[in-house]
């Protein structure tokens, strides 16, 4: 059974950092390329990162680059984001997805004062 479980979101100001987890289960995680994606509240689907099944190769959506770092554990089958300089436009539900069509159940982030 296939199990992707998003952790570590919460309330935190602006200016501030959080970090994701996505602990995954079911599958064998290192053959398989790994996405962030949110949604803002009332809004539609918004691709924020990808990174390949080595870690080695990352890509960023220009609203969060430079920002937001995307990693990985194979080891430990788990996917991260590292989210600094947070701003209220990154409130949203965060979900990891993987690449063959599974996707977690959301960490809600809400930036705010």
């Known amino acids: 059974q296939v199990q992707l479980v998003e952790s570590g979101g919460g309330l935190v100001q602006p200016g501030g950092s959080l970090r994701l987890s996505c602990a995954a289960s079911?599958?064998?995680?290192?053959?398989?390329?790994m996405s962030w994606v949110r949604q803002p509240p009332g809004k539609g689907l918004e691709w924020v990162s990808d990174i390949n099944t080595g870690g080695g190769s990352t890509y960023y959506a220009d609203s969060v680059k430079g920002r937001f770092t995307i990693s990985r554990d194979n080891a430990k089958n788990t996917l991260y984001l590292q989210m600094n300089s947070l701003k209220p436009e990154d409130t949203a539900l965060y979900y990891c997805a993987a690449s063959h069509g599974s996707w977690g159940q959301g960490t809600q982030v809400t930036v705010s004062s």
């Open positions: 079911g599958f064998t995680f290192s053959n398989y390329a």
